[in-house]
C-alpha cells in the first residue's frame, strides 16, 4: 500500500509484503510506480517462491533491476539467482561485510536508488557481522512513516540468533566462533541504531514465526526482550538460547554465498573450493 | 500502517494483519487511535491466535470492543468466543444470513462503527450465501486508499469454494447442496459489486495460500480467474473443482455456528439439538 507523503509531494512507491511458509520468510516488493520504467527491487527473496514474486512483477508491469539480500541467510537458499537467470539485467546486492559473491555490494551510508526513490543502508551486526538495515529515504515522494527491512537484525519481540556467525563460522572450529561472537557483542550498538529511527517507522523482518506482519521503532523500543537490553544483558540472553543446530544451514550457506547463483552458472561447490 | 485521509483529515486509523499458518488465515486488527478509548476490533481471528491478537491489542494501549467474522469458517475455529472470554465487552458480529450465534447482526448497507471511523457491510455471497465484506467508509480521519476485508468471497486471484455451503448444507442431502448452490450461482453478481469500488481500494483477503497479504480491486478486475466471469464461467469452474472434503469441517462448522462460544458458556453440540 502507498502510505502518505513527507514534504507535500506524493508518494509513488508501491510496496507488497509476500510469505514463505517453510521458512515463515518475508520477501519485500518495492517499486516506483511514479517513474515511466516501473523499476522494482526484491528485498530476501526465496528461491522456492520466486516465480509467484516474478507473475506478480510482471501483472503489476514492473521493471525488476535488483534482488537483495539483508545478510547470507542460513536457513533458505535465497532466490536470487534464480531471480537474475530468469530475468536479464537483474543485479544482486548484498553488504561488503557479508564476505559473500554478488554483482554490487554496499556499506553503511550508501544508498539504493530505483526511479526518482532510494534506499538507505546502516549496518545493524549481531545476527551476523554482515547483516544491515534497509531503509526507505526521507525525501520527496518517499513514504511517510518511513520503512525500515530489519533482516534479522530486528524481529517483532525478537532477533535473530548471534551463535552462527554465517559466513565466518560456517565449518570453523568452536574456538573461533566465540571470538567472533565477542565482537558482534561489542558491535552490537550499532544495530541499536534502528532506534534512533523515529518512533513510526515501520519495521519489516526477514521472519515472523508467530503471524505478526509488521511492528513500529517505537513498539519495539518499549517490547523487544532483547534489543532494549544493554551490551552485557544481550550478551547473557543471546549465549544462553540453547537452539539446535539449523536444519537449512548445510544447504543453505553454500548457495548464499554465491547469491544462489548455484542454479545459474555456478555450483554451490565452488565457495568450497 | 497509516495510510493517506480523504477530505484533507489526517488518518487515524491503526492497521496490522496477521497470519496464522495452519490454516492460512488472515486476522486483522483496526482501531481508531485518534479516539481517546482507542477502540478496536479484530477481523476473522483464529481460536489459536486469540493470545497473541490480545497481547499486541495490551501492548498498543487499544480497548477491543467487536469481534467480528466476514462468515461461518469451516477451515478454522474462530477466536470469537475465546476473545469474548477474556476481554469482557467484546460483542461479536456476523451477518444475518449466515444463520448463526453473535451478539450483533449485519447486512447489507449496515455500518459498523468504532471511535470515529466506521466499516461498511456489504452482502457478497458465493462462497456461502452468508458472506460478507466489511470495507472502510468514505469520510474524514478515514485511510486512503479504502481497504476491503473480503472474506473468502474474493481471495488474490481466486475466491473460497462453493460447495460447501456453510451452515446450509452442512450435514443435509447432496440434492438440497445443488438447490443452494444454484442461489449461490445466482446471487454471485452481489459479490461483483467489490469491483464497483476505486480500483487503488486494498483488497484484504480472509486466507492466502501463496503467501501474497494484499491486492487491490483493480489487480482482481484484472486477474483474478474466477470472479471475472460472467454466472455461467463462475458456475462451470466451481462445479468442476473436485475438491477434497475440507478436513477441519466436523470441527469448526459446529463451533462457528455459535461464534467460537464453545469455550465460554457453550458448548458445541447445542448445534445439533
Ligand atoms: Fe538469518
Ligand atoms: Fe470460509
Redesign the interface.
Given at each position: 500500500?502507498?502510505?502518505?507523503?513527507s514534504g507535500g509531494s506524493k508518494?509513488t512507491l508501491l510496496f507488497?509484503?509476500?510469505?514463505?511458509?517453510d521458512s515463515?520468510t518475508y520477501?519485500y516488493l518495492l517499486a516506483d510506480v511514479g517513474h515511466p520504467d516501473r523499476p522494482a527491487l526484491l528485498v530476501d527473496p526465496v528461491d522456492k517462491?520466486v516465480d509467484?514474486d516474478l507473475a506478480?512483477v510482471k501483472?503489476?508491469g514492473l521493471k525488476l533491476i535488483y534482488a537483495i539480500n539483508t545478510h547470507v541467510h542460513a536457513d533458505h537458499v535465497t532466490g536470487t539467482g534464480l531471480l537474475k537467470g530468469k530475468t536479464p539485467g537483474v543485479k544482486s546486492i548484498i553488504s561488503k561485510a557479508s564476505n559473500s559473491k554478488a554483482d554490487c555490494f554496499v556499506e553503511h551510508g550508501d544508498t539504493i536508488n530505483f526511479g526518482n526513490l532510494f534506499l538507505e543502508v546502516r549496518s545493524t551486526p549481531g545476527h551476523t557481522l554482515g547483516c544491515v538495515t534497509y531503509v526507505t529515504g526521507d525525501g520527496p515522494n518517499l513514504p511517510q512513516?518511513r520503512m525500515a527491512f530489519t533482516g534479522d537484525a530486528l524481529l517483532i519481540r525478537g532477533c535473530g540468533r548471534t551463535d552462527f556467525q554465517v559466513p565466518f563460522n560456517y565449518d570453523i572450529p568452536p574456538a573461533r566462533i566465540l571470538s567472533i561472537q565477542a565482537v558482534v557483542f561489542k558491535d552490537f550498538k550499532f544495530t541499536r541504531w534502528i532506534f534512533t529511527l523515529p518512533k513510526d517507522t515501520?519495521v519489516y523482518p526477514a521472519h515472523d514465526y508467530?503471524?505478526?506482519?509488521?511492528s513500529t521503532v517505537g513498539?519495539e523500543m518499549?517490547?523487544n526482550p532483547r534489543l532494549t537490553k544493554d551490551e552485557e544483558g544481550f550478551k547473557n540472553i543471546m549465549q544462553n538460547l540453547n537452539l539446535p543446530y539449523p536444519k537449512m544451514i548445510d544447504i543453505a550457506v553454500p548457495a548464499n554465498m554465491v547469491c544462489g547463483l548455484q542454479d545459474v552458472t555456478e555450483k554451490a561447490s565452488v565457495v568450497a573450493s
Amino acid at each position: 500500500s502507498t502510505t502518505s507523503s513527507s514534504g507535500g509531494s506524493k508518494p509513488t512507491l508501491l510496496f507488497r509484503q509476500f510469505f514463505e511458509k517453510d521458512s515463515s520468510t518475508y520477501t519485500y516488493l518495492l517499486a516506483d510506480v511514479g517513474h515511466p520504467d516501473r523499476p522494482a527491487l526484491l528485498v530476501d527473496p526465496v528461491d522456492k517462491t520466486v516465480d509467484r514474486d516474478l507473475a506478480l512483477v510482471k501483472d503489476l508491469g514492473l521493471k525488476l533491476i535488483y534482488a537483495i539480500n539483508t545478510h547470507v541467510h542460513a536457513d533458505h537458499v535465497t532466490g536470487t539467482g534464480l531471480l537474475k537467470g530468469k530475468t536479464p539485467g537483474v543485479k544482486s546486492i548484498i553488504s561488503k561485510a557479508s564476505n559473500s559473491k554478488a554483482d554490487c555490494f554496499v556499506e553503511h551510508g550508501d544508498t539504493i536508488n530505483f526511479g526518482n526513490l532510494f534506499l538507505e543502508v546502516r549496518s545493524t551486526p549481531g545476527h551476523t557481522l554482515g547483516c544491515v538495515t534497509y531503509v526507505t529515504g526521507d525525501g520527496p515522494n518517499l513514504p511517510q512513516p518511513r520503512m525500515a527491512f530489519t533482516g534479522d537484525a530486528l524481529l517483532i519481540r525478537g532477533c535473530g540468533r548471534t551463535d552462527f556467525q554465517v559466513p565466518f563460522n560456517y565449518d570453523i572450529p568452536p574456538a573461533r566462533i566465540l571470538s567472533i561472537q565477542a565482537v558482534v557483542f561489542k558491535d552490537f550498538k550499532f544495530t541499536r541504531w534502528i532506534f534512533t529511527l523515529p518512533k513510526d517507522t515501520l519495521v519489516y523482518p526477514a521472519h515472523d514465526y508467530k503471524g505478526f506482519t509488521v511492528s513500529t521503532v517505537g513498539e519495539e523500543m518499549l517490547y523487544n526482550p532483547r534489543l532494549t537490553k544493554d551490551e552485557e544483558g544481550f550478551k547473557n540472553i543471546m549465549q544462553n538460547l540453547n537452539l539446535p543446530y539449523p536444519k537449512m544451514i548445510d544447504i543453505a550457506v553454500p548457495a548464499n554465498m554465491v547469491c544462489g547463483l548455484q542454479d545459474v552458472t555456478e555450483k554451490a561447490s565452488v565457495v568450497a573450493s
